[in-house]
């Protein structure tokens, strides 16, 4: 075996759509709270931010994971059925001891070569463990092959507006009700002329901008 495929490792340009982000997402809790990270491996981009029972619904139809990793134990919450009552085709869980917080710590440090991840930023014991899942479930996915990651950002709590999956829906900001992109706000909108354009507008419009001064700097820019 030189490598496992799965929905949220491809990187085949041609069974990807080069305007639109393919995330692997993992959810993990430690310490009471709730971690969320994403990651593209198509293009390296990583991200991860804190999230919540009430909020991961939003948080998932922003992202539209190709494929999400979570431990077992989440899957065994009646509260939680009716959460990922839409995303089963995509969940795929793992053993509970892969999202342990401090070993997720080492798999980052010791993937980015570096001694301590405070260079990268401020992040929950929840969000280091999501994340640390991620790269240990890439690296077995990828079989040794070293995959490209960019250093992890995080995306603050309330920085975008959550936009619950009905409403997200009947806007038809990406996509419309049956699923299409034609005829969506995205695609009246998009006129970019390269594909990391077109992911970074899908970015922008999935998830609006909360902070003034953020939405100032963004229009100015325009």
Partial sequence: VVRVVTAGTLTEE????????????????AAGELGLAWLDLSTGAFSLGPTSEVAL??????????????????????????????????????????????????RLEAFYGVKALDGFGQFSRA???????????????????EAHLDPPQRVAAGSVM???AATRRNLELVTTLSGERRGSLLSVIDRTLTAPGARLLAE???????DPARIAARLDAV
């Fill in 14 to 29: 041609g069974l990807l759509d080069a305007r639109r982000n393919n995330y692997l997402a993992g959810i993990a809790e």
């Fill in 57 to 106: 619904g939003a948080d998932l139809a922003r992202l539209m994971p190709g494929e999400i990793v979570l431990p077992e134990r989440l899957l065994e919450r009646p509260a939680w059925f009716e959460l990922f009552a839409d995303w089963k085709p995509a969940l795929t869980p793992l053993a509970n001891t892969r999202f342990d917080s401090e070993t997720g710590r080492r």
């Fill in 127 to 145: 969000e280091v463990a999501a994340a640390g899942a991620l790269v240990d479930y890439v690296a077995q996915t990828q079989q040794g092959t």
């Fill in 162 to 164: 959550h936009i619950d």
């Fill in 204 to 210: 922008h419009l999935a998830a609006p901008l909360t």
